[in-house]
């Protein structure tokens, strides 16, 4: 009977302590657990985002990190532009308020030191009349010129500063449920509990203490910044036909963009516009019938690693003046001229697409490359095309791969063809904003028609070219529609049947991140190694530049042997043998020397003939093992402290309960 009592009490007191403190907060129903992974599964929310990384050069780093060498853990709170912290905590904004934030951090120390992360809610361009990470004259030091001029005139700068904290940019699907949080989190502030974020975002530089490009190279806590850039030639047999010389015409487009977020850096823009069309106009130079009878050699080049110090340009210059075999076939002294194909993607307002000849100055060659857009203009026999000399007062070309020739030589004859004069008409330059809602794709179209007739009349030489020769040259509208999707949207994104047509892509959602050069550097690298996008525009270029191997096929040990290469082998271990000029050329800091005995890189000093070289930041990125960002619920001090009080109380009451108990039982028994 006594037993039974003190039970009942317990029981009780349980009730009225479960009632008082419940300890299920913010769940709004029972849930049955099989396992720990469903117990971890119903604590922790894990968000999708993409991550600032740290990134390092000789003189200091860049880019975000924990601080330390442990998990950030902190309470969300909602950036507003009057918000006063009071805690170390983790911020949610929206996407139009991230750069004020960033400002803010800059410039408030008493407010940066208690943001202890920050995650950018998925956002579109709406309440953002431009914003661009990168600074406003983007990679000056590079420049031929000097000058304060404002290219970029939306340029914050903010992408090229340290912070020691996380950053996220949360997918949408993220983003949806952290608003979802937010407003549980207001609930349960009245019931003691909240939730916080946990940032796993360590950086081997920060364990190893390496702070630099080179100190971190020395210690195999960093990769340089690199990869593969891709060259090919039409016609394909004259570039290796030593007894037939003919000068080059160089035409050059880049691939690699930049953000501040590692793995959202799309650049539909800036540069994947002007990618798309001068792969478009190969695509409608590879269909005409006389290419065999071109006076001059069409080679095109796609660079990567430009948005880091031209990685590609200088490396290809570099490897053209050590006449390596990752441009066996191309003399440099031939090189007649360079045309460019920069952002060309909103050259259109009102019906009318208008673009830009950058040119380093007058010469006759350069006069030759304009005469040549001004005639493939005229054969369009439209209005709604049109092309114009940019303006004088501009202090020498915009950033761009042109700059690299320039550089080497400032007589460099051609020209880099821009949507814009004096300003770049991207608002949203080196932005993840910087995606397919930001081109049109008729002006895309436009401008690879204009590259393909112009192109044209510079291989063929001719004066007066027949309009019947240059109509022949059309472009292909839907190619440029199918290759939007495939390296600017998700949907289909790189499962596109085109891609799948030539390679097995290692990811879906494309980005164009230039990524790091991982084992030595090869013109016949292990393709692993290779990003997808590098991968799918030398399958592309070499099929479109190509004849086909005879009595090889698919392809054998004999292919490359007979001046061959293999196109589509990722699709079924086989592919196909075609004869073709194309190559792949390793992309990284001409300062970078790879050490195959020790397998690690070593930094070299200037050289005299790299006029670039002593601008060049040496770029690294910090290895790391895991990148995680996860959202779980806690109990506040104040419920805490209410834990401990209940407890005391409990444990007292308890005790006075049994003394009780123990004397009645006691008194019963000596009534028996």
């Not at 117990?39 to 860049?62: A, F, T």
């Not at 930049?258 to 516009?273: N, T």
């Amino acid at each position: 009977m006594g037993t039974q009592l003190l039970l009942l009490h317990m029981f009780w007191f349980a009730c009225l302590f479960s009632s008082t403190f419940p300890l299920n907060h913010g769940f709004k129903q029972q849930v049955a657990f099989e396992s720990v992974p469903d117990l971890e599964k119903s604590i922790y929310i894990v968000l999708d985002g993409y991550p600032c990384v740290r990134l390092l050069n000789l003189s200091g780093q860049i880019g975000c990190a924990n601080p330390a060498l442990d998990k950030v853990v902190a309470p969300i709170v909602r950036f507003k532009n009057d918000v006063q912290l009071v805690r170390p905590s983790s911020l949610i904004v929206p996407s139009y308020d991230f750069e004020a934030l960033l400002t803010r951090v800059s410039s408030d120390s008493n407010f940066a030191r208690n943001v202890a992360g920050v995650l950018v809610e998925f956002g579109t361009q709406t309440h953002l009349k431009g914003s661009s990470p990168d600074k406003k004259f983007p990679q000056a030091e590079f420049a031929p010129y000097q000058n304060n001029f404002e290219w970029n005139p939306t340029g914050s700068g903010i992408m090229w500063k340290p912070y020691d904290f996380p950053v996220f940019l949360l997918s949408e699907s993220s983003t949806q449920a952290l608003q979802e949080i937010d407003v549980e989190n207001d609930y349960q502030k009245e019931t003691y509990a909240a939730k916080v974020t946990e940032y796993d975002l360590v950086m081997q530089t920060t364990k190893a203490g390496t702070h630099d490009s080179e100190s971190c190279l020395r210690e195999g806590t960093c990769l340089p910044l690199g990869g593969y850039s891709v060259w090919s030639a039409l016609p394909t047999t004259n570039v290796v036909d030593s007894n037939k010389e003919k000068n080059i015409v160089l035409a050059v487009a880049s691939m690699d963009s930049a953000s501040f977020f590692r793995d959202k850096s799309l650049g539909a823009e800036s540069p994947l516009s002007g990618l798309i069309s001068l792969l478009v106009a190969v695509d409608a130079l590879s269909r005409i019938d006389d290419i065999d009878t071109f006076a001059k050699q069409l080679i095109f080049v796609v660079f990567t690693g430009e948005a880091w110090g031209y990685l590609g340009s200088r490396r290809f210059l570099l490897e053209l003046d050590q006449h390596t075999d990752a441009v066996n076939g191309i003399d440099k002294s031939l090189i007649e001229m360079v045309i460019e194909v920069g952002s060309v993607g909103k050259g259109y307002d009102q019906g009318v697409q208008t673009f830009y000849a950058h040119t380093t100055g007058v010469s006759s060659g350069t006069n030759k490359s304009l005469n040549a857009l001004s005639k493939a203009r005229d054969s369009l026999g439209t209005e709604s095309i049109k092309y114009s000399a940019a303006s004088k007062s501009n202090p020498g070309i915009p950033p761009s791969s042109f700059m690299s020739f320039s550089r080497q030589n400032p007589h460099t004859a051609g020209f880099v063809l821009e949507d814009f004069d004096t300003v770049f008409a991207n608002k949203f330059y080196h932005s993840h904003l910087d995606d397919l809602s930001n081109i049109n794709s008729s002006a895309i179209v436009a401008a690879a028609s204009l590259v393909a007739r112009t192109l044209y009349i510079l291989a063929s030489d001719k004066k007066d070219p027949s309009a019947s020769s240059l109509n022949a040259v059309k472009v292909n509208t839907s190619l440029v529609n199918e290759l939007l999707g495939c390296l600017l949207n998700c949907d289909p994104g790189l499962s596109c049947d085109l891609v799948n047509y030539y390679i097995k892509p290692f990811s879906t959602c494309p980005s164009h991140y230039v990524g790091v050069i991982q084992g030595e550097p090869s013109s016949e690298p292990n393709l692993g190694y290779v990003g997808d996008v590098s991968r799918f525009v030398w399958n592309f270029l070499a099929d479109k530049t190509s004849t086909p191997l005879k009595n090889v096929s698919p392809c054998s040990e004999n292919c490359s042997k007979s001046g061959g290469v293999c196109i589509k082998q990722e699709i079924d271990g086989k592919g196909v043998c075609v004869i073709s000029t194309t190559r792949y050329m390793a992309s990284y800091s001409t300062r970078l020397k790879y050490e195959s005995e020790t397998e690690a890189w070593s930094v070299l000093p200037p050289n005299s003939s790299d006029p670039m070289g002593a601008s060049d930041p040496i770029w690294t990125e910090s290895n790391w093992n895991i990148i995680s960002l996860r959202v779980f619920s806690v109990q506040s001090d104040t419920y805490d402290h209410l834990i401990l009080a209940a407890g005391f109380a409990v444990t007292t009451l308890s005790y006075i309960i049994v003394v009780i108990v123990k004397a009645f039982i006691a008194k019963a028994l000596k009534q028996d």
